[in-house]
């Protein structure tokens, strides 16, 4: 049995938790605020800032945890290398996390250094600076803080007059204490897919099958597994995600994103060192293991022969349209009936706001089945499920 110490406590978090205690692992769930979604399934938590790096060390003091999991962005990253050289198993490793919770690192790792086609990218520190990095990336383009999560502080930026306000945009939603900007070239792609990857201590590199998302402001709406890709662009994204996450070491599970272009092939754009939130239609069945049991297994060093693809599944997601302490659910009866292939979880956050996402639906039809269908069936269920005071 090992201890893992939880950093970030979200849905995803629950879910890697549920796994956890599944195998006999404790788990402390670590987050900003009380009663996190993981915080209601874990052995034990601890609220605290995980900005602040003499509470980070002191939580690891106290509970001398054999593995430290990571799971939102927002942590004083360098410490990891300082528990990582006491013994303590990062995941996926310290160099990795610190990597890709800066969207500067993994961009230059992937681009200059290990040459994966990516938007073309300028960096910004001032106004300024984004001004003149606009101007020559041109309109449109994507403005987004080097530290962020779910969308925040990314805008498309159409002409110069809208730059200021990206500006200050990116700048408010930036999570840490960086406060510098990336502006990328507007890539026109077809489509847009995560491809989870598997890293393992002692076996192969594994993919899943690649899961088709929608975006709105940068933040998931919808997934669905499996999208119509050409066999070329497959094997491209699975050749970039198999280079960057070697590149940057460890065992677990990565959601690597990639934009799809018809004419222009496959673009590299952002990686996470965790389960991908577009990743939660894996809880439809649609694999032989979850995203979650993945992660927990590759963490553990459990072997995984063979990830297989089961049957088509789709998710949505459920929104807040209000700010409340006291979040309640209706619609859940509406949802569910005649519904026999669909199923839902709320994820429990103690308070919601506008546009939180507060659960989700995911649903399942046999392979080979009209995937529109599907995705729309679940839409539909997820639309009734309202959140109330």
Not at 96 to 102: K, R
């Amino acid at each position: 049995m090992k201890k893992i110490l939880l950093l970030g406590s979200g849905e995803l978090g629950k879910e890697f938790v549920i796994a956890a205690q599944r195998l006999g692992q404790t788990v402390v769930a670590c987050d900003k605020y009380a009663g996190a979604p993981a915080m209601q399934v874990a052995d034990a938590c601890e609220v605290f800032d995980m900005l602040d790096g003499e509470a980070l060390s002191a939580a690891v003091a106290k509970h001398h945890p054999d593995i430290i999991v990571p799971e939102i962005e927002a942590i004083r990253t360098e410490r990891l290398y300082d528990f990582e050289r006491e013994g303590i198993q990062v995941v996926p490793s310290a160099r990795a996390v610190n990597f890709t919770m800066n969207r500067k690192a993994i961009r230059d790792l992937a681009a200059k250094e290990l040459g994966l086609k990516t938007a073309r990218y300028f960096y910004a520190t001032t106004l300024g600076e984004l001004r003149e990095a606009a101007d020559r990336i041109g309109y449109p383009c994507v403005v987004k803080p080097l530290m962020s999560s779910s969308g925040k502080g990314q805008s498309v930026v159409k002409s110069a007059d809208e730059v200021e306000a990206a500006w200050h945009y990116g700048c408010e939603g930036s999570r840490g204490d960086i406060r510098e900007l990336i502006v990328e070239e507007f890539i026109r792609f077809d489509s847009e897919i995560t491809l989870l990857t598997v890293t393992q201590k002692n076996g192969p590199t594994l993919f899943c099958p690649p899961i088709g998302h929608v975006q709105k402001g940068g933040d998931y709406r919808e997934s669905f597994q499996s999208p119509k890709i050409a066999p070329e662009h497959l094997a491209e994204a699975q050749r970039m995600a198999a280079a960057v996450t070697g590149a940057l070491t460890g065992a677990g599970l990565w959601g690597v994103e990639f934009f799809l272009s018809h004419e222009n092939g496959v673009y590299f754009s952002e990686l996470s060192p965790r389960p991908h939130d577009t990743g939660m239609v894996t809880l439809a069945g649609t694999q032989n293991l979850t995203e979650f049991e993945l992660h927990l297994r590759a963490v553990l060093g459990l072997p995984i022969p063979a990830i297989t693809f089961e049957r088509m599944g789709a998710s949505a997601v459920i929104l807040s349209p209000i700010t409340t302490s006291t979040p309640r659910y209706e619609g859940l009866e509406a949802a569910l009936a005649d519904n026999p292939r669909t199923d839902l979880r709320i994820f429990g956050k103690p308070t919601a706001r506008i546009n939180r996402r507060m659960g989700v639906v995911v649903g399942y039809e046999p392979l080979g089945s009209d995937l529109d269908a599907l995705r729309d069936r679940v839409k539909a269920a997820a639309a009734k499920v309202k959140v109330t005071e």
